[in-house]
């Protein structure tokens, strides 16, 4: 089962959109700075997910929520 998620950094006050296959996993490698990204973030936290049957599905949900550029957006999806 594919993800879309949302993590956020407090140390930096930022959220971060993301899809992948294996979503602990995923977390894991964001939470020990294996993405150069959110490296300077660290710890991140689960703040969001959704389910899809596809990676590709996951991906395009991921650009919806991107193309926003809306953090009052993500937050709602949050609340």
């Keep these: 089962m594919a993800n879309c998620y949302i993590i956020y950094s407090e ?3 930022k959220y971060y959109v ?12 964001h939470n020990i700075g294996h993405s150069k990204f959110t490296s300077s973030g660290m710890p991140r936290e689960l703040k969001y997910k959704e389910f899809y049957k596809t990676l590709q599905l996951a991906k395009k ?3 919806e929520i991107k ?5 009052k957006y ?5 609340s």
């Design 18 to 29: 993301g899809a992948c296959l294996d979503l602990e996993r995923r977390l894991h490698e």
């Design 11 to 13: 140390k930096l006050s």
């Design 74 to 78: 993500i937050e709602s999806l949050i």
């Design 61 to 63: 949900r991921e650009l």
């Design 67 to 71: 193309k926003k550029k809306s953090r």
